[in-house]
């Protein structure tokens, strides 16, 4: 699903939005914290919490269940991460200093995942949202298939 190019820059990129933008909100990006959104963006497919922890291993013993999940909280409540209910995994945002409406598509082959956004979708989510009366606090949508790749195998 996602074009040739260097991965490393993806993970720096990450990271270095990661900071600037908890600067600008004035919260601490602990060196945890960097780590779990390191792993996250370790590759474009989706990464569980427990995959994660194993990952931390040896290098944080303080690293438990609870400060994993800690930390993917933080991650995702300050749009740096979505979590993907459907696999219950987490991918890293691509754009997080603006606020969207974020749809999936998720490769059900490569397990790759891509982040789209979509106005005509988003009009319309929240247009039917209006008509029935309901308040729309956040949308993620994930659509699941194959991709380019695998559906030419």
Not at 43 to 69: Q, R
Request: hydrophobic share 35%; charged share 25%.
């Amino acid at each position: 699903m996602f074009e040739s190019h260097i991965h490393n820059e993806c993970i720096h990129s990450a990271l270095a939005n990661a900071e600037m933008i908890c600067r600008k909100k004035g919260l601490r990006l602990t060196q945890l914290r960097k780590r779990v959104l390191e792993l996250v963006w370790e590759n474009h497919g989706p990464v569980k919490a427990y995959d994660i922890l194993d990952k931390l291993g040896d290098k944080n013993a303080s690293a438990k269940p609870p400060t994993v999940y800690r930390s993917l909280d933080f991650l995702t409540e300050n749009g740096l991460v979505h979590k993907l209910n459907s696999l219950n995994a987490y991918v890293g945002c691509s754009h997080p200093s603006k606020k969207h409406a974020c749809y999936f598509l998720i490769c059900k082959s490569c397990q790759e995942v891509k982040e789209c956004c979509n106005q005509i979708l988003t009009r319309a989510i929240n247009c039917t949202s209006a008509e029935n009366n309901f308040r729309v606090s956040s949308i993620t949508l994930e659509i699941e298939g194959l991709c380019e790749h695998c559906s030419d195998k």
